[in-house]
Nanobody
Framework: VQLQASGGGLVQAGGSLRLSCAASGRTFKSYTVGWFRQAPGKEREFVAAISWGGGSTYYADSVKGRFTISRDNAKNAVYLQMTSLKPEDTAVYYC??????????????????????WGQGTLVTVSS
């Protein structure tokens, strides 16, 4: 599967953005999809993930209650709605697919190395 993130931009603290992840491939609907982010000088970190059918969602503690992940398998797309944005949310955001495609750990803890397919990122900048 090939993935491409879009929707980033510059927003003031407290504002909202919606990121999109467009995917190619007929098997997309069978994939778990995750969002990660990488701030300057920091390691890439998990943000959110959604199971293949959309029935299970997972969030990092830092974004829980502010971000919402969703998917539309008919459109081969996954979305990340971000609200109440903070300057510390500034990062390049990536969408990714794991190997195996339907991987969802029982404890909900996703790691970068669980994901083998990555799209190009989209930059989100939150000004204070």
């Amino acid at each position: 599967v090939q993935l491409q993130a879009s929707g980033g931009g510059l927003v003031q603290a407290g504002g909202s953005l919606r990121l999109s992840c467009a995917a190619s491939g007929r098997t997309f609907k069978s994939y778990t999809v995750g969002w990660f982010r990488q701030a300057p000088g920091k390691e890439r970190e998990f943000v959110a993930a959604i199971s293949w059918g959309g029935g299970s969602t997972y969030y990092a503690d830092s974004v829980k209650g502010r971000f919402t992940i969703s998917r539309d398998n008919a459109k081969n797309a996954v979305y990340l709605q971000m609200t109440s944005l903070k300057p510390e949310d500034t990062a390049v955001y990536y969408c990714a697919a794991p190997d195996p495609m339907d991987y969802c750990p029982d404890d909900g803890r996703f790691e970068v190395f669980d994901f083998g397919s990555w799209g190009q990122g989209t930059l989100v900048t939150v000004s204070s």
